[in-house]
DNA sequence: CCTTTTAGATACCGATTGGTACGTAAATGC
DNA sequence: GCATTTACGTACCAATCGGTATCTAAAAGG
């Protein structure tokens, strides 16, 4: 039962995570063919072989994204006591995880393939519909919390999944742009700040500033 | 004194801004010079000659979205009798922007070259220079606010500066993640409940859970 | 041994990329 | 009218893109 032909010279698991780390540095339209083979240490036919496609290939390495960088994040949301930790804990990680050296730096979800031509749309929707049931994910959890009594029922989970997943997206571009964990750090801080009044009740109904931004006499 | 040879068949500056519209919408690298030459109405050497090349004919698209995008933003920061509105306009008003149906969703500057080949570097920096720039502008004026009085003086009007770039940059992604102007208003709802915690002073020193992140015993 | 099966390596495919050479058209200066 | 200057339009360039045909190498089954 073993397998039967010429047994294959590299490892597939390896050559898929090196895949990964160039698609997460350069983005999917980034990443040519020819870097891909040389950073995964195959040659072309090996490469379509294995995977499939450049396309196939991508999406196997985001699969693989989610299960490694993903996991210890999924673990901080369901293991922390409240929601509020929880969430706090997710920006936290996020906050060392985007400025570590041995990967590129942000989220290769948020990052690798955000526009491009209208050939790719499929795989940007791939992403998008990722960063969407990231911040579902979220948002079960600030539910959960009013459940569990450790956030006031007034809570709006869906507006406040929101906001902390803009600015965990938003860390991705500050990463990029060079800034230090302290930095990442000070803006969760920031964010965080916010949480006792959102959790209090619907904000929308106090702001000053919304009715009449269209308004040109304002 | 006028020009001396044939003279140019089409409207440089309409033609730049049909270039920038295509920019916007499918970033630098995903606008060809034959989708650009087509939404132009130009042929390609016509280009080369009244732009010098596609770099430099991006350069000077992103400097026209400045010029016009940038502009209202501008106005509202210096014309904003307070910080806090100053913010929140900017905020709104991107709100509003990022949805617009004539133009693509999200922010140029943010979105047109985030990640990519090693050989448009440059260009990347060059757009981080920009968003450097936005944020720097925000900071000034959040520092006015002190000056004004209008703002505490315990606040820090860098790292406030940097929390809602943050949460604008993430803008654009909602935005093209296909958020509507009410979702946008929710998450600059959320931001700005933060507000007055944040120039009440440092939040840093208050964090209960930022030591011993990197501790996994915790 | 020989057949079968799978993988590696070279060399190639058509299409597209950003960028130009070159001949022609349309204006001004004299 | 004629030379000069600039722009337009076609047709092209080398390089690179993602993807493969083909041949050879290495394993198992018989």
């Known amino acids: 039962m073993a397998e039967r032909g010429r047994p294959r010279a ?4 390896e050559a898929l995570r090196r895949a990964m780390v160039l698609f997460w540095q350069r983005g999917y339209d980034g990443a040519s063919l020819g870097e891909l083979t040389e950073a995964m240490g195959i040659n072309r036919p090996s490469l379509y072989a294995a995977f499939g496609s450049k396309e196939a290939l991508f999406r196997e390495a985001v699969a693989l994204y989610d299960a490694t960088e993903g996991a210890p994040i999924q673990e901080k949301i369901e293991q922390s006591p409240t929601a509020r930790q929880a969430v706090e804990a997710v920006l936290r990680h996020n906050a060392r995880a985007y400025v570590r050296t041995d990967v590129p730096r942000g989220c290769l979800v948020v990052l690798a393939a955000l526009i ?3 050939e790719h749309e499929d795989l940007r929707c791939f992403l998008k519909e990722n960063r969407k049931g990231a911040e579902d994910y979220l948002c079960q959890r600030i539910a959960r919390g009013i459940s569990d009594g450790d956030v006031p029922a007034t809570a709006d989970p869906a507006a406040m999944a929101r906001f902390y997943t803009t600015v965990n997206q938003g860390l991705s571009i500050q990463a990029r742009d060079g800034a230090s964990m302290e930095v990442l750090d000070s803006v969760v801080d920031a964010a965080m700040v916010a949480w006792d009044g959102l959790t ?19």
Chains 1, 2 share one sequence.
Request: glycine share 12%.
């Open 116 to 118: 491009g031509t209208p």
């Open 200 to 218: 209090a009740g619907t904000p929308s109904t106090k702001s000053t500033a919304r009715a009449g931004q269209n308004n040109p006499s304002i």
């Open 10 to 13: 590299f490892d597939r698991d």
